[in-house]
C-alpha cells in the first residue's frame, strides 16, 4: 500500500493542494499553505465501504416546536446577540483580532453566570493561572465561583469537563487546542478541527454550553474558518478598533436567533462595559459643524446608530494623487469620486482625498455613500454642511441616489437626537408626524447644487 502522503492546507480558506505553494490558488492568499499528515476518513483509502444501515421513521413538517431553554447571564447586550440566552448543549465561535477583548467578555460572562449559581469552567491555554486571577482582579470579579484550567490537550480538557459537568464552560482559544492523535502543529487546521470537532461533541452529549474563543486574521477570517464555522450553532465576531474604546459583538450566524442584532461595549479600566444606546457613540466631536463632515444615519442590524463620516481634499504634490481610507471601503470611495466627477462636476483629480469614520467604526452599508458624497463635496468647497442635518442613500454609477431600507427607523432616530434636515433619496417613505424637515434628493447633481449654493442657511429652500 503507497505510504500516505502528507497534504498541503491553506490556513486561512481551507483549501488543500497537493504541494507547497506561496500562494493559494483558492482564496489568493500568500503564505497561508502549511503541510499536515494526512487525515483518514472513509473516502481517502479510495472507498471503505460504508456499512449497511438502517431505514429510518419520516416526521411530518407540521408539529409543536418548543422553544429552546435558555440561559442568560444578565449581560443584556450578550445576551441580545445570543438571541435571548445561551442554549444548553449548542457550541459558540467568539472571533475577533487578537487583543478586542475576547478573554475580557467571556471572563466577565462566567462570573455573572457563576454569581446565579450557574456551574462554569474557564480553560485558557492562553494564559496561565495567575494571568487569569489578575484579569478576574481588574474586572472586580475575583469572588465568583468560576473554576479554572490552563490546558491545551483535548483529551484531558474532554476528561475533566465529564468529570465536572459544568453549565457553561469557555475555551480560550480554538488556537492553542492541541489534539494527540493529530500529528500536524497546534493552530492548523486540522488541529483546530479536530478541537473542535471534540468539543462540539462534548457540548451535544452533556447538555453544556461551550464558548470556543477563536482569533481573527486581518482580513477578518478564523485560521481555519470554514471548517469551524459550520460546525457550531453560532459565530459571533467581536469588532472595534484596539485605538478606540468602543466593541460591537455581532452574530454571523446564529441557529437559535437572528443574525442582525448587535451589542455594543465599552472598554474600560475595569472591564467592558454595555452601552444601551449606542446611536451617537460615533458621532466624533461635530457639535461644531466643520467643512468635510458629514453625518450618515446608518443602521447595524436592527438598530439604528449614526456615524460621522470626515473627508479631508487637499490639492496634491503627487504625479498620483493619494487616497486613504480609514472604516470604510477603498474600492466605494473610488467610485464616488468617480460618479461625483462624471455626474456633479466635482472634480477631485487633483487633490489627495482621506475619508475616515468617527470612532473606530466600520460602515458597511452602501446607504452611506450619499453621505461620503457630501462630506467630499462640503471639504473641496470649504462649506460645512447646514447644522443638524442626516443623510442616507446608495449612490448608482448613473449619479441617481437610490432609496435606502429601514428609513423610517434612520429617521425618527435622527428625528429624536435633535436632527432637523434629512437628505433621502426621492423615493424614501417619509413617516407622518415627523419632527424635522426631509429634502428628497434625485441625484448627485442636486445633492452638490444644493450644498454649493451659498452657506449653511440655503438647505431650507425648497
Ligand atoms: P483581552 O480580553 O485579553 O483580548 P483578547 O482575548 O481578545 O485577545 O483584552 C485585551 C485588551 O483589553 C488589553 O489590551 C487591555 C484591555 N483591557 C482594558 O482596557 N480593561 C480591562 O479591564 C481589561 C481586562 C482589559
Ligand atoms: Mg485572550
Same mark, same amino acid.
Given at each position: 500500500m503507497a505510504k500516505a502522503r502528507s497534504t498541503y492546507v491553506c490556513q486561512s480558506c481551507g483549501a488543500v493542494a497537493p504541494r507547497w505553494a506561496g500562494r493559494c490558488d483558492a482564496c489568493g492568499q500568500?503564505?497561508?499553505?502549511?503541510?499536515? %499528515?494526512?487525515?483518514?476518513?472513509?473516502? %481517502? &483509502?479510495?472507498?471503505?465501504?460504508?456499512?449497511?444501515?438502517?431505514?429510518?421513521?419520516?416526521?411530518?413538517? !407540521?408539529?409543536?416546536?418548543?422553544?429552546?431553554?435558555?440561559?442568560?447571564?444578565?449581560? !443584556?447586550?450578550?445576551?441580545?446577540?445570543?438571541?435571548?440566552?445561551?442554549?444548553?448543549?449548542?457550541?459558540?465561535?467568539? #472571533?475577533?483580532?487578537? #487583543?478586542? +477583548?475576547?478573554? @475580557?467578555?467571556?471572563?466577565?460572562a462566567l462570573a455573572a453566570l457563576a454569581g446565579q449559581g450557574r456551574r462554569v469552567v474557564y480553560v485558557s491555554g492562553e494564559e496561565g493561572l495567575d494571568q487569569i486571577r489578575l484579569r478576574a482582579q481588574r474586572l472586580g470579579v475575583l469572588d465568583a465561583p468560576v473554576l479554572l484550567a490552563a490546558d491545551t490537550n483535548v483529551a484531558d480538557i474532554v476528561a475533566t469537563l465529564e468529570r465536572e459537568r459544568p453549565d457553561v464552560v469557555v475555551i480560550d482559544s480554538l488556537q492553542t487546542l492541541w @489534539?494527540?492523535?493529530?500529528?500536524?502543529?497546534?493552530? @492548523?487546521?486540522?488541529?483546530?478541527?479536530?478541537?473542535?470537532?471534540?468539543?462540539?461533541?462534548?457540548?451535544?452529549?452533556?447538555?453544556?454550553v461551550v464558548l470556543l474563543i477563536g482569533h481573527v486574521t486581518k482580513e477578518g477570517q478564523i485560521a481555519g474558518p470554514r471548517v469551524v464555522e459550520h460546525m457550531v450553532d453560532?459565530?459571533?465576531?467581536?469588532?472595534?478598533?484596539?485605538?478606540?474604546?468602543?466593541?460591537?459583538?455581532? !452574530?454571523?450566524?446564529?441557529? /437559535?436567533? %437572528?443574525?442582525?442584532?448587535?451589542?455594543? /461595549?465599552e472598554m474600560r479600566g475595569r472591564g467592558l462595559v454595555e452601552v444601551e444606546n449606542p446611536s451617537l457613540l460615533f458621532m466624533g466631536d461635530s457639535q461644531a459643524s466643520v467643512a468635510g463632515a458629514a453625518v450618515f444615519a446608518g443602521m447595524e442590524g436592527r438598530r439604528p446608530l449614526l456615524v460621522e463620516l470626515q473627508a479631508l481634499a487637499v490639492p496634491t504634490t503627487f504625479a498620483t494623487p493619494r487616497r486613504a481610507v480609514v472604516g470604510w471601503d477603498s474600492a466605494r470611495l473610488a467610485m464616488i469620486l468617480a460618479v461625483l466627477e462624471a455626474r456633479a462636476g466635482v472634480r477631485l483629480g487633483q487633490?489627495?482625498?482621506?475619508?475616515?469614520?468617527?470612532?473606530?467604526?466600520?460602515?458597511?452599508?452602501?446607504?452611506?455613500?450619499?453621505?461620503?458624497?457630501?462630506?467630499?463635496? &462640503?471639504?473641496?468647497?470649504?462649506?460645512?454642511?447646514?447644522?443638524g442635518t442626516v443623510l442616507f442613500g446608495e449612490v448608482a454609477l448613473s449619479g441617481r441616489v437610490r432609496a435606502a431600507p429601514q428609513a423610517e427607523q434612520r429617521l425618527r432616530?435622527?428625528?429624536?437626537?435633535? /436632527?432637523?434636515? !434629512?437628505?433621502?433619496?426621492?423615493? @424614501?417613505?417619509?413617516?407622518?408626524?415627523?419632527?424635522?424637515?426631509?429634502?428628497?434628493?434625485?441625484?448627485? %447633481?442636486?445633492?452638490?447644487?444644493?450644498?454649493?449654493? +451659498?452657506?449653511g442657511g440655503g438647505a431650507a429652500a425648497p
Open positions: 500568500w503564505n497561508t499553505i502549511v503541510e499536515e %499528515a494526512p487525515e483518514q476518513p472513509l473516502a %481517502a &483509502s479510495g472507498g471503505a465501504r460504508l456499512p449497511k444501515g438502517r431505514g429510518r421513521e419520516l416526521h411530518p413538517l !407540521a408539529g409543536e416546536a418548543t422553544p429552546p431553554p435558555r440561559i442568560t447571564c444578565g449581560i !443584556a447586550e450578550l445576551d441580545r446577540v445570543t438571541g435571548g440566552g445561551f442554549v444548553p448543549g449548542s457550541a459558540l465561535l467568539i #472571533g475577533g483580532d487578537p #487583543g478586542i +477583548g475576547k478573554s @475580557t467578555l467571556m471572563l466577565q @489534539t494527540p492523535v493529530v500529528e500536524s502543529a497546534p493552530g @492548523t487546521v486540522s488541529q483546530l478541527r479536530a478541537g473542535a470537532e471534540a468539543l462540539v461533541r462534548l457540548a451535544k452529549k452533556s447538555g453544556a453560532a459565530v459571533l465576531y467581536f469588532e472595534g478598533d484596539r485605538g478606540h474604546q468602543y466593541r460591537i459583538l455581532r !452574530a454571523a450566524k446564529n441557529r /437559535f436567533g %437572528a443574525t442582525d442584532e448587535i451589542g455594543v /461595549f487633490h489627495d482625498v482621506y475619508l475616515n469614520v468617527g470612532g473606530g467604526m466600520r460602515v458597511r452599508e452602501p446607504a452611506a455613500d450619499l453621505a461620503a458624497a457630501a462630506a467630499l463635496i &462640503s471639504s473641496l468647497s470649504g462649506q460645512p454642511l447646514p447644522a432616530e435622527a428625528a429624536k437626537l435633535g /436632527f432637523s434636515l !434629512a437628505l433621502v433619496a426621492e423615493e @424614501t417613505q417619509v413617516p407622518k408626524g415627523l419632527a424635522m424637515k426631509v429634502r428628497p434628493l434625485a441625484d448627485v %447633481a442636486a445633492l452638490a447644487a444644493l450644498l454649493l449654493q +451659498g452657506g
